[in-house]
């Protein structure tokens, strides 16, 4: 199926006794295709890029754990098959990790608008994450979430920038009060680049 048709559906769910019995497995699995899909910037903040396998799993430990059935099934793809990349986009989840609960609810008090100040730059191409549409990240009295979920769409040559090593590419934030900045690994890019082969 193309990757801009791809979707998780109802006949790609493993039965909850198949799955219980794989479920090591499978977790080890994507554990491993995730080490390269994430990138820590800056102290607290760190970006899960995503794909089809890891919210595949998403949604079959949610089954696993709350034992919802067919009713929950429909509101976990409603909630997880937007962030499986569509052909010319990455999706990622960024999570801020503090795990004080004061000084988490201090820094993001701080944080507020920080999903519209995320940029990926591949050399010259600049991508600025594209916050998920689910719910407003940041609330009127300026905290935001610990965790956002983001697109960033691409261009043909900013696919092509991703995929030449020889074009520095870094992921960062322009807040004021996180101007924090990271170069994408190797690994990291090898592992993006790939989901738009």
Known sequence: MPRTERRITETDILPAVEYALNRKRLRTEVVALKRARRLAVGPHATFHFECFETMWLQVQEMLYIEKGGAEQLADELAAYNPMIPQGRELTAT??????????????????????????????????????????ERTREDGKTSAVHFLHFPFTDAAIAALGDPAVEASLGFTHPEYGHIALLPPATRDALAADFA
């Open 94 to 135: 960024l999570m801020f990790e503090i795990e004080d609960p004061f000084r988490r609810a201090r820094i993001l008090a701080r944080l507020g608008g920080v999903e519209d100040t995320i940029e990926l730059r591949l050399g010259a191409h600049v991508i600025k994450a594209v916050p998920e549409g689910d719910v």
